[in-house]
Every structure is written in C-alpha cells, then in structure tokens.
C-alpha cells in the first residue's frame, strides 16, 4: 500500500515539474537548476565547475 501512495506521488511530482524542465531548458543552461521551497523558487548556476580526479 505504501508503494502505491509513493508510486502516486511521484507521478504527481512529476507531471508538475514537467512544465518547468520545460521553461529551463528554453531560457537558461544546462549547467542551472531549480531549487523549490516554501519559501520559494529558485534558478541556481554554475559559472566555473573544473573536475579535480
């Protein structure tokens, strides 16, 4: 039962942040994000990422 309900609620999530995968991937970089809160939502960036092995 507990699987179904997730299960539900990631379907909901889902069809909810299609449209602002959508919106970001038109207007900003691959390299931004989205940070969603209660407070609000933010578009956060990278400027420089260099990858040390």
Same mark, same amino acid.
């Given at each position: 039962?507990?699987?179904?309900?997730e299960?539900? $609620?990631?379907?909901? &999530? +889902?069809?909810?942040a299609? %449209? $602002?995968?959508?919106? &970001? +991937?038109?207007?900003?970089n %691959?390299?931004?994000?989205?940070?969603?809160?209660?407070?609000?939502?933010?578009i956060?960036?990278?400027?420089c990422?260099?990858?040390?092995?």
């Amino acid at each position: 039962m507990e699987d179904e309900k997730e299960n539900e $609620l990631k379907d909901e &999530l +889902k069809l909810l942040a299609m %449209p $602002l995968i959508k919106f &970001l +991937k038109e207007k900003y970089n %691959p390299y931004c994000k989205v940070e969603v809160s209660e407070k609000g939502v933010k578009i956060v960036g990278d400027v420089c990422l260099i990858p040390i092995k």
